[in-house]
């Protein structure tokens, strides 16, 4: 149980064009999601908490008009970047939170999406 | 969120027990330490996690000293499939903000 996937697990783009990345959680109802970023030889740094039904929640620095974040669902959550730029490549991985453990929910990860901007 | 502190780096050989240490001197007493690790490329798997108690699950054992302040992941018999970085992070328990703080973690190298 608990499985996150993401799609598409991989893509390169051109620079100046928009690319949206999928979250879903298979076999649980996710309240919450989570988006992260990570850099070769970084760790995770988390750019937004995304609610089922509400906007999203950005981590200072995190440009919202750039990586838009819907959570249509409570199964499903997109991040879009718009107007990918080389900077913008990297390794995004998002978690979704399960509240089947009482008083501690912990996330499950999904398996990252590779992006590369050319 | 408490600050934890891991080695960098370190080396188990295939079969033995791997011991990973974490330092959370801050941490509060309603933060739960949990355990996350990292396979290159892949996303974060939880691994397992505990509030005072010593933990035990199919993975792996937590173990939590008396004051808190720190704990130590044990794989009973490390394999190569392993390796990878490990996550110590202490997060508050409950409310609304489920946030994850990852640090730099330990990078465990099991070697055959």
């Known amino acids: 149980g608990a499985v996150v996937s993401q799609h598409p697990s991989w893509v390169i783009c051109k620079s100046g064009t928009s690319v949206k990345i999928e979250c879903r959680s298979l076999?649980?109802?996710?309240?919450?999601m989570f988006w992260y970023r990570q850099f070769p030889k970084q760790s995770l740094m988390l750019m937004a908490t995304s609610n089922e039904g509400s906007k999203a929640t950005y981590e200072q620095g995190v440009e919202k008009d750039k990586f838009l974040i819907n959570h249509a669902s409570l199964t499903l959550s997109t991040l879009t970047v718009t107007s990918a730029h080389p900077e913008d490549s990297s390794f995004y991985i998002c978690s979704a939170k399960t509240s089947r453990t009482s008083g501690s929910g912990e996330q499950f990860f999904g398996p990252g999406t590779r992006l590369t901007v050319l | 969120d408490a600050k934890t502190t891991q080695p960098p780096s370190m080396d188990c050989a295939e079969g033995r027990a791997a011991n990973l240490p974490c330092n959370h001197s801050?941490?509060?007493?309603?933060?739960?330490v949990y355990w996350y690790r990292q396979i290159h490329s892949q996303g974060p798997q939880y691994i397992i996690h505990g509030l005072k108690n010593n933990e035990t699950n199919e993975m792996a054992s937590l173990i939590i000293t008396e004051d808190r302040k720190s704990s130590t992941l044990i794989l009973p018999h490390a394999t190569l499939r392993d390796t990878a970085v490990y996550y110590c992070?202490?997060?508050?328990?409950?409310?609304?903000?489920?946030?994850?703080?990852f640090g730099k973690g330990t990078l465990l190298t099991v070697n055959p």
């Open positions: 076999d649980f109802q996710a309240t919450t």
């Open positions: 992070i202490v997060r508050v328990a409950g409310g609304s903000n489920y946030k994850l703080t």
């Open positions: 801050t941490i509060s007493g309603n933060e739960y």
